[in-house]
């Protein structure tokens, strides 16, 4: 495509970066809720998922580039707020079927704290890995994707053992 052509369907090129992010959640967002659908997620399923949003935030910069819109934000209101408001319905699917489960009265912010400590390491990985392999806490690409496959593991192992705090 021609650089006029993306101005024209984009606007901008903050507007394509925008699309790009939109995308790539709402794709992401889609997923975890057709697997939470389908039951209980095994821990094979669950890390593939958590391998594709690592490595997705990781190896295309997508975790860079949504830092660049967060940290930018009050100088850009229509970039990540849009973006924000675009995935917040998925958002909200996602936080209702990972507490459906739940019984107790702080399952939906149970929900929410999973969901915080999934997405912030993978935006810190996607931000983070070059410095992060310096101080040798990864030491290679590949590792993303293996934290990614532990977290899910860990998080499914804790949740049914009852040690997921409130």
Do not use: Y
Request: glycine letters at 8%.
């Amino acid at each position: 495509m021609s650089h006029a052509t993306l101005l024209h369907h984009f606007k901008s090129s903050d507007g394509m970066r925008r699309a790009l992010m939109e995308r790539m959640a709402n794709a992401l967002l889609e997923e975890f809720i057709g697997l939470l659908d389908a039951g209980e997620p095994d821990a094979d399923r669950l890390g593939d998922l958590f391998t594709r949003l690592f490595t997705g935030l990781s190896d295309d910069r997508h975790g860079q580039l949504f830092a660049w819109f967060a940290l930018s934000a009050p100088d850009r209101p229509t970039g990540l707020a849009s973006a924000a408001h675009e995935t917040r319905p998925l958002v909200g699917a996602l936080l209702e079927q990972m507490s459906r489960h739940d019984d107790g009265p702080e399952s939906r912010k149970r929900a929410r704290r999973v969901a915080l400590l999934v997405v912030t390491s993978a935006i810190g990985l996607g931000v983070a890995a070059p410095w992060l392999e310096r101080v040798e806490l990864v030491s290679a690409r590949d590792e993303v994707g293996d934290f990614a496959r532990w977290l899910a593991e860990f998080l499914l192992v804790s949740r049914r053992a009852g040690r997921v705090p409130h």
